[in-house]
């Protein structure tokens, strides 16, 4: 069993940066980060790997950073130059995976969600 805790979630300008956690207990293959907001289905932004490898969707590419510090036992999600479509409810999630991909099928394991709003 994993649990996951998401935080870092708030309220910021567009322009600003916020790094979200996620604390993690428990081992799996690949963690990510999902968002949705209401209305439409969760969209993968980003996954990382055991061995390090990352996979990003386009367009947050160059803005988003995902790592985790597995002493720490925490994954992260750097975002820098947020902007007003990127508010949303944002979810990490682990499961077990071959490769690394951020299909929300592929996970099994998830947090209950750190909001972040952006205002213009």
């Known amino acids: 069993q994993v649990h996951l805790l998401e935080s870092g979630g708030g309220s910021v300008q567009a322009g600003g940066s916020l790094r979200l956690s996620c604390a993690v207990s428990?081992?799996?293959?690949?963690m990510g980060w999902f968002r949705q907001t209401p209305g439409k289905e969760r969209e993968g932004i980003a996954a990382?790997?055991?061995?390090?490898?990352?996979i990003y969707t386009d367009s947050v590419k160059g803005r988003f950073t995902i790592s985790k510090d597995n002493a720490r036992k925490t994954l992260y999600l750097q975002i820098n130059n947020l902007l007003p479509e990127d508010t949303a409810m944002y979810y990490c999630?682990?499961?077990?995976?071959?490769?690394?991909?951020?299909?929300?099928?592929?996970?099994?394991?998830w947090g209950p969600g750190t909001q972040v709003t952006v205002s213009s």
């Open positions: 990382i790997r055991s061995d390090g490898t990352t």
């Open positions: 999630a682990a499961g077990g995976c071959s490769y690394v991909r951020i299909d929300s099928k592929t996970y099994l394991y």
């Open positions: 428990g081992y799996t293959q690949c």
